[in-house]
């Protein structure tokens, strides 16, 4: 079954420093997105991509954020300067375009761990 | 902005039926998933409705009630491993176009 890869699984950086996490989509899906979860608290939705642009993007994702997609497979996450307060579970998802019977649910990869120290 | 409701905790015995609901309140309703949660795992789909009435998948299913803004996910023959968070999410495509938004999870937990 097809899936979202996400890299690292676990990283810890010291507070103020830029991390960038890595997601691999599922090959033909075209909407992209990146959720956290802080420890013990709801998953949030911070973006999410379409077509080479931001199509939405919650109030979390303020300046400090960033995504791109510098190819035709990974999408990424930067965290300029990084904040205490960043350390969650960063879920990378994907979905199709809901014509078929997929009806656009997003698929989640297993998480990246970010610790800030 | 999306308001979803849904209880912290259930507690269940194996082989029993528990019923999870969810209310919530968007303003461009396009579709509601109930989502399966393993401590420290990523959210994987469970169900999804977007019409009114009961999806039916397996010992899952799902209800829809889009006047009272009102969904449940009901389980059947409760098994251990059923034990997990269940994420009630909408998608509100005013908000937040074709992401979904998750309210806080209800912590299922099946006793033997």
């Known amino acids: 079954e097809p899936e979202v890869t996400q890299t690292p699984s676990h990283q810890v950086t010291q507070m103020g420093q830029e991390v960038i996490l890595r997601c691999v989509p599922i090959?033909?899906?075209?909407?992209f997105y990146w959720y956290r979860q802080i420890l013990g608290q709801k998953v949030e939705f911070l973006v999410s991509?379409?077509?080479?642009?931001?199509?939405?993007k919650s109030e979390i994702f303020d300046d400090q954020f960033s995504v791109e997609r510098p190819d035709g497979s990974n999408f990424t996450l930067k965290i300029r300067s990084t904040k205490l307060e960043d350390s969650a579970m960063y879920f990378c998802?994907?979905?199709?375009?809901?014509?078929?019977?997929?009806?656009?649910?997003?698929?989640f990869g297993a998480g990246s761990r970010l610790t800030v120290l | 902005g999306q308001n979803i409701d849904q209880p912290t905790e259930m507690t269940a015995t194996e082989g029993a039926i528990v019923q999870i609901n969810c209310t919530y309140q968007?303003?461009?309703?396009?579709?509601l998933f109930w989502y399966q949660q393993h401590a420290g795992e990523a959210p994987t789909f469970l169900s999804y409705?977007?019409?009114?009435g009961l999806e039916e998948k397996g010992r899952f299913s799902s209800f829809l009630s889009r006047s009272k803004g009102y969904s449940y996910l009901l389980l059947k023959e409760l098994q251990m491993k059923d034990s997990a968070s269940y994420l009630c999410?909408?998608?509100?495509?005013?908000?937040?176009?074709?992401?979904?938004?998750f309210g806080k999870g209800t912590t299922l937990s099946v006793s033997s």
């Open positions: 968007t303003s461009g309703f396009n579709g």
């Open positions: 999410a909408v998608r509100d495509l005013k908000q937040a176009g074709t992401a979904l938004i």
């Open positions: 090959s033909n899906h075209l909407y």
């Open positions: 409705n977007v019409l009114d």
């Open positions: 991509f379409y077509n080479n642009e931001i199509s939405e």
């Open positions: 998802a994907s979905s199709d375009d809901g014509t078929g019977a997929g009806a656009n649910v997003l698929t």
